[in-house]
């Protein structure tokens, strides 16, 4: 059973860092393409960043880029978010999801079919 687990988020002030990570397990994990959505309240999940053996890295939201990178370790079956440079606005539900192969284009939710329960990440002005 492919399962992926969040962790890393909590409480930080404006400007400051959290490294979220999103460990898998019961896959083959070259073969699969790990991503990071967030969801404010009353909001649909949006992508944020993508990576896949195959494919390489992907970032969906301009404003994440520049302060927001994502990589990989192989001999944990492992998914890093590094945020730096955080503001109040991407205080929101952090959430590790997986799919076969390649990231998709578009960063839609609808196109990864495993998800962890996710993991707040707060910044406070």
């Known amino acids: 059973q492919v399962q992926v687990v969040e962790s890393g988020g909590g409480l930080v002030q404006a400007g400051g860092s959290l490294r979220l990570s999103c460990r898998t397990s019961g896959l083959t994990f070259d073969d699969w393409a790990v991503g990071w959505f967030r969801q404010y309240p009353g909001k649909e999940r949006e992508g944020v960043s993508c990576?896949?053996?195959?494919?390489?890295?992907?970032y969906y939201k301009d404003s994440v880029k520049g302060r927001f990178m994502i990589s990989r370790d192989d001999a944990q079956n492992t998914v890093y978010l590094q945020m730096s440079d955080l503001s109040p606005e991407d205080t929101a539900m952090y959430y590790c999801?997986?799919?076969?192969?390649?990231?998709?284009?578009?960063?839609?939710?609808?196109?990864?079919?495993?998800w962890g329960q996710g993991t707040q990440v707060t910044v406070s002005s």
């Open positions: 999801a997986a799919r076969k192969y390649r990231c998709p284009v578009g960063g839609r939710s609808t196109e990864f079919s495993v």
């Open positions: 990576n896949s053996w195959i494919g390489g890295s992907m």
